[in-house]
């Protein structure tokens, strides 16, 4: 098994410009998450889906947007991107809910210049 | 809803020391708890979890965490620390229902020679 992967490991963007980070994992997982992690900030949730054609906001959603078309992928698209999305983002799987732990991608380096 | 109270943000100490990496969590529920270990440069990896039963849980890499329901912590310990296990520590909190788990903010573990 891949685990959760994700590409690309690094992005150097321009103000204004758009992207997806891609997030896959092969382990039929349910619930998968978006994260950033910003140095003092620890880990905020972006989005989350509970299942294929479900997802919800988590803490940081604006500039952010997600799908969830299969059980396998979760895209995260940065519609118009600003340096403040300057982050490292984290993508996560779990089978589901209570006693299962996540699972963590490598991440995604993204400069916002 | 929880929260999670990481106390240090960073702990230095000496190779072959000691340490205890402090955890308190809030919670109206019965919760279940995770450590997870980030070494630099790649994603969260879980480190240890309690669901229940035994209060102290144990890592294979010599860490040991206990759970305390009347002290609501769950703070992780080695009792001699390696250069390689410099890295940063989140404690997390989920409870039966959920598929978010709640995070620390994180503690930085730095290993001097």
């Known amino acids: 098994n891949a685990g959760v992967t994700q590409t690309p490991k690094f992005q150097v963007l321009k103000t204004g410009q758009s992207m997806t980070l891609q997030c896959a994992q092969d382990?039929?997982?349910?619930?998968m998450s978006w994260y950033r992690q910003d140095p003092g900030m620890g880990l905020r949730l972006i989005h989350y889906s509970v299942g294929a054609g479900i997802t919800d906001q988590g803490e940081v959603p604006n500039g952010y947007n997600v799908s969830r078309s299969t059980t396998e992928d979760f895209p995260l698209r940065l519609l118009s991107a600003a340096p403040s999305q300057t982050s490292v983002y984290f993508c996560?799987?779990?089978?589901?809910?209570?006693?299962?732990?996540?699972?963590f991608g490598p991440g995604t380096r993204l400069t916002v210049l | 809803a929880q929260s999670v109270t990481q106390l240090d943000s960073q702990v230095p100490v000496f190779e072959e020391a000691p340490v205890e990496l402090r955890c308190n969590y809030s919670?109206?529920?019965?919760?279940?708890l995770f450590w997870y270990v980030q070494y630099p440069n790649q994603g969260l990896q879980l480190l240890l979890k309690?669901?229940?039963?035994?209060?102290l849980v144990e890592s294979i890499n010599g860490f040991e965490a206990e759970f305390n329901k009347s002290q609501t912590s769950f703070h992780l310990r080695k009792p001699s620390v390696h250069i390689s296990d410099t890295a940063e520590y989140f404690c997390?909190?989920?409870?039966?229902?959920?598929?978010?788990?709640?995070f620390g903010r994180g503690t930085s573990l730095i290993v001097h020679p």
């Open positions: 997390a909190v989920k409870t039966g229902g959920s598929y978010i788990p709640t």
């Open positions: 919670s109206s529920v019965s919760v279940y």
């Open positions: 382990m039929n997982h349910e619930y």
């Open positions: 309690y669901l229940s039963g035994s209060t």
């Open positions: 996560a799987s779990s089978r589901g809910q209570g006693v299962d732990e996540q699972f």
